[in-house]
């Protein structure tokens, strides 16, 4: 069985600190992670995805990281800001289907605070 | 473009009824999603589309949910008869190429209170 753990559960910070999300999976038949985030009430938006030939991607302050020999992704936020408060949320693509079925992970609850 | 559009954004209904929810996908793409989240349990697939056709039913709970695609822009997810378990966040997502090769787009969801 695929799976996907999120570690922190919750993470408070202050404005300006840099910060990490972790993200770990089972399945190393890995086609791609994604990275989403998702508002209260809101619907999942995508963020950054890695193919899993790829190492990282880079979108402005956003860095994410794919490790497929140890199972782990790394979301790295830079200058964290009140706005980045959110639910992020990691998704392993299987290669086992032929449209990539996605397992996701249980979240990272982000808050920082001015 | 609209984006994934979903409705009803909120249901509230009694054990036993039916209830349907809708989603309009993203114009052009192909593949459509419909996914279910609750705390418990997180997101979990329940039905995956490509070109109108189901290709995975698997997440499908039960006979009691169904859901159809009659064309590549309308798409529904049926329970019937509804239980109180069944209340959930269902998000429907779209996808160009399906969500190997391209990114997936989700709808705001249609949040569901069976009582």
């Known amino acids: 069985k695929q799976e996907v753990t999120q570690i922190p559960a919750a993470l408070s910070v202050p404005e300006g600190e840099n910060l990490v999300l972790n993200c770990s999976f089972t399945?190393?038949?890995?086609?791609?992670l994604q990275w989403f985030r998702q508002d209260p009430g809101k619907g999942l938006t995508s963020l950054l995805l890695i193919q899993s030939s790829q190492r990282e991607q880079t979108s402005g302050r956003l860095n994410a990281s794919l490790d497929k020999s140890s199972g782990r992704s790394t979301l790295y936020i830079a200058a964290s800001q009140p706005g980045d408060s959110a639910t992020y949320l990691c998704a392993q693509t299987h290669s086992g289907t032929s449209y990539g079925k996605l397992t996701f992970g249980q979240g990272t609850i982000l808050t920082v605070h001015p | 473009d609209a984006g994934v559009i979903q409705s009803p954004r909120h249901e509230v209904t009694e054990m036993g009824q039916e209830v349907t929810l809708r989603c309009k996908p993203i114009s052009g793409h192909n593949s459509l999603f419909w996914y279910r989240q609750t705390m418990m349990r997180g997101l979990e697939l329940l039905i995956y589309?490509?070109?109108?056709?189901?290709?995975?039913d698997s997440g499908m709970p039960e006979d009691r949910f169904s859901a159809k695609m009659p064309n590549a822009s309308f798409s529904t997810l049926k329970i019937q008869p509804s239980e109180p378990r069944d209340s959930a966040v269902y998000f429907c997502?779209?996808?160009?190429?399906?969500?190997?090769?391209?990114?997936?787009?989700f709808g705001e969801g249609s949040r569901l209170t069976v009582l």
């Open positions: 997502a779209s996808s160009l190429r399906g969500a190997n090769t391209g990114e997936l787009f």
């Open positions: 399945d190393s038949a890995i086609y791609n």
């Open positions: 589309f490509n070109n109108n056709v189901p290709i995975d």
